[in-house]
T-cell receptor, first 115, second 114 residues
Framework: AQTVTQSQPEMSVQEAETVTLSCTYD???????LFWYKQPPSRQMILVIR??????QNATENRFSVNFQKAAKSFSLKISDSQLGDTAMYFC????????????FGKGTKLTVNP | GAGVSQTPSNKVTEKGKYVELRCDPI?????LYWYRQSLGQGPEFLIY????????DSGLPNDRFFAVRPEGSVSTLKIQRTERGDSAVYLC????????????FGPGTRLTVL
């Protein structure tokens, strides 16, 4: 079974600054994928970034990047140059191959970007 | 349409009633997933379809919940004898083939059981 822990229920950041959201996970599988999803008040889950566990290089998508520490089972999300539109719930999730096809999500971090 | 759509957007029902929630996935996506999101929680897996068949229904909480995908496209989640504890947002997602592919989510149906 897989578990995902997000230890920061809420965070806030000033516009244009950088913020890091934490995520730790546990799995016994050797091949897995990690995801960060954003959920604004509209409820629609939007993929922010995806990381394949077998790839050493940290994934990046424009202002979003991850710090993937495989040995520590840590997968943090860094948002640079924060924008008001980044205000949302952020969920970390894992899919482990060899088991179910489901995503397992953390409880989320509510991020507020202040003007 | 370009994305995953779900209807209705909101559903209010009375305890004991039957409800159906519909999901229309992205065209060509063979994998379809249902999740349930309670207030203040992350989504929890309910069921996964590959084509027309339910490949994994281990997340369905009890036999009041059932889902179908008869033609491998649109899916319906059916809840019998609704209870107040069923109140949640029900999310549908689809992916090209597998969960390791990106899952694209719909806007969800907010179910309220009075």
């Amino acid at each position: 079974a897989q578990t995902v822990t997000q230890s920061q229920p809420e965070m806030s950041v000033q516009e244009a600054e950088t913020v890091t959201l934490s995520c730790t996970y546990d799995t016994s599988e050797s091949n897995y994928y990690l995801f960060w999803y954003k959920q604004p008040p509209s409820r629609q889950m939007i993929l922010v970034i995806r990381q394949e566990a077998y790839k050493q290089q940290n994934a990046t998508e424009n202002r979003f990047s991850v710090n993937f520490q495989k040995a520590a089972k840590s997968f943090s999300l860094k948002i640079s140059d924060s924008q008001l539109g980044d205000t949302a719930m952020y969920f970390c999730a894992i899919h482990a191959q060899g088991g179910s096809e489901k995503l397992v999500f953390g409880k989320g971090t509510k991020l507020t970007v202040n003007p | 349409g370009a994305g995953v759509s779900q209807t209705p957007s909101n559903k209010v029902t009375e305890k004991g009633k039957y409800v159906e929630l519909r999901c229309d996935p992205i065209s060509g996506h063979t994998a379809l997933y249902w999740y349930r999101q309670s207030l203040g929680q992350g989504p929890e897996f309910l069921i996964y379809f590959q084509g027309t068949g339910a490949a994994d229904d281990s997340g369905l909480p009890n036999d009041r919940f059932f889902a179908v995908r008869p033609e491998g496209s649109v899916s319906t989640l059916k809840i019998q004898r609704t209870e107040r504890g069923d109140s949640a947002v029900y999310l549908c997602a689809s992916s090209h083939r597998r969960a390791s592919d990106t899952q694209y989510f719909g806007p969800g149906t907010r179910l309220t059981v009075l």
